[in-house]
């Protein structure tokens, strides 16, 4: 297992984690050694990009996550919608911590929690949804303890401004291929073609219609190829041949803004929760 460190030295503390994925990957998104790193401590999986994902199967993931005792809360973050509901949920989980403290005879304290998750799923977008605005820039100044900073969003919440980064480690080719799909690892460590035509193929299988309905017939009834879409895009090269790399831009672009249609790219099927 790789090191954790520094995400560990952070974890330490804060009393709930919010861990962030992508609605449209909520499994694959999820880090391999999740339970190893946070242990016991309370954690709500927050899934970003609710108005990007497939509703229907995203219900189906919710349900089948929650019953390894994950709360499971689904938010679209260009929307202040549900972020009081977030708080008192959070506040709701973390209540017998609080009590023991009260029956310890310590004194009542704000929860103090931590935003953590693998790159590009929405973690800044959380805190600063969280905190209501686009937090402040902290840094070293002279006067001020170097340590972890405290944002309070709630007289009973303090959020750390500083997300936690999960490394993308351990992660085998099926995932890696739907996390580069959708932006979720650095483009050095994949090929656009290649991750292009693996969308198409993906597409094809969970959705059948989708890129038919947005390309035209040459993609009807799992056909189509990105040969195809360089020609319906009049994507050429300077030597009039179809140029694959144009369209492979183009489709992972619509895919990821959600041009084709809200996706989920876990199987709920499959049953595979090992991430939660």
């Known amino acids: 297992m790789p090191s954790f460190k520094k995400l560990q030295d952070q974890l330490k503390w804060v009393d709930l984690i919010f861990e962030v994925r992508d609605a449209r990957v909520p499994v694959s998104s999820g880090h391999p050694y999740a339970t190893k790193i946070f242990g016991n401590k309370p954690r709500i999986l927050v899934m970003a990009k609710e108005d990007l994902a497939d509703l229907t199967k995203l219900k189906q993931w919710s349900t089948q996550l929650s019953k390894n005792g994950s709360l499971v809360v689904s938010v679209a973050l260009k929307e202040m ?5 977030l708080i008192e949920q959070s506040l709701a989980l973390t209540k017998d911590m609080q009590n023991s403290r009260v029956k310890k005879g310590l004194l009542p304290r704000p929860i103090r929690a931590c935003v953590v998750g693998m790159p590009n799923v929405g973690k800044s977008s959380l805190i600063n949804w969280l905190i209501g605005k686009k937090k402040a820039h902290t840094g070293n100044k002279p006067g001020i303890t170097k340590g972890p900073q405290w944002v309070r969003v709630h007289p009973q919440l303090e959020l750390l401004d500083t997300p936690g980064i999960l490394p993308v480690t351990a992660l085998n080719a099926e995932i890696t291929g739907k996390l580069a799909m959708l ?13 292009a035509e693996l969308g198409i193929n993906t597409l094809h299988s969970i959705y059948p219609k989708m890129l038919s309905d947005a390309y035209g017939t040459s993609f009807a009834e799992g056909k189509g190829d990105l040969t195809d879409l360089a020609k319906v895009r009049s994507c050429i090269t300077a030597g009039s041949q179809p140029d694959t790399y144009r369209a492979a831009s183009i489709l992972l672009n619509d895919l990821r803004a959600g041009r084709l249609g809200r996706v989920i790219l876990d199987d709920p099927l499959a049953g595979k929760t090992s991430h939660g």
């Open 81 to 85: 919608r549900g972020r009081n509901k």
């Open 183 to 195: 932006n979720l690892v650095p483009d050095s460590h994949y090929d656009i073609v290649e991750t």
